[in-house]
């Protein structure tokens, strides 16, 4: 059963750290989405990438997150130093870019800066 | 203003009801749409794609009117499973591109 895997499921971690996210998305999937969730915001779209090269990081604060794709096999989300705000849900999804296919969440990492 | 618009609710109906969900959009430009289903502290899964002409999948029908903007969501006979939250997506275009979510809408189906 093809799925999103997303490690670690859960972090917590102390204000000014460096926290890593990574995504695996679905084998052949070429879109990668990373969205944050919180109550107040909803989702929000935070980088895309369409054949590992980034199309759209405009929902990102520049200045302590960024995004990579490495090879097809990961994503990975950074936020150095990480803040109290940063605190949220974060999922990658990946997709097909091919007629109206969906995009596939994975189980999201639960952040919690302290 | 965000570019995707749900009254966040909660919507709280008896189980047998029919409830109907809106969303609107800003942009114009916008050429696919979707309804993803959230459960409590689960990842968003799509529900159906919504199309010009609406389309129907069991209970749920969706429907689009381009010239207003705005999707909608009809659930009928609904069920205590029902409850969740409902996220109206649009995108930009017609194949996997830039999903924008809008707030959701909260249901429960109450015994």
């Known amino acids: 059963d093809a799925r999103v895997t997303q490690t670690p499921r859960h972090k917590v971690t102390e204000m000014g750290q460096e926290v890593t996210m990574r995504c695996q998305p679905i084998l052949g999937h070429n879109t990668v989405f990373w969205y944050r969730q919180t109550m107040m915001q909803g989702l929000e779209l935070l980088a895309y990438f369409r054949n590992r090269a980034p199309l759209d990081d405009s929902g990102m604060p520049k200045d302590r997150f960024s995004a990579e794709m490495p090879d097809a096999t990961l994503a990975t989300l950074k936020i150095q130093p990480s803040e109290p705000r940063d605190s949220a849900v974060y999922f990658c999804?990946?997709?097909?870019?091919?007629?109206?296919?969906?995009?596939?969440f994975g189980q999201g990492t639960r952040l919690t800066v302290v | 203003r965000k570019e995707v618009e749900q009254d966040p609710g909660p919507f709280n109906v008896p189980e047998g009801a029919t409830v109907a969900f809106n969303c609107t959009y800003s942009n114009s430009a916008s050429q696919s749409f979707f309804w993803y289903r959230q459960d409590c502290r689960k990842e968003p899964k799509l529900l159906m794609s919504?199309?010009?002409s609406g389309n129907e999948d069991g209970r749920f029908t969706a429907q689009l009117n381009r010239a207003s903007q705005y999707i909608s969501l009809l659930i009928r006979d609904s069920k205590l499973s029902d409850s969740a939250t409902y996220l109206c997506?649009?995108?930009?275009?017609?194949?996997?591109?830039?999903?924008?979510f809008g707030q959701g809408t909260t249901l429960q189906v109450k015994p």
């Open positions: 999804a990946s997709g097909l870019e091919r007629g109206n296919t969906e995009a596939f």
């Open positions: 997506v649009v995108s930009h275009r017609s194949n996997t591109g830039k999903l924008i």
């Open positions: 919504v199309y010009s």
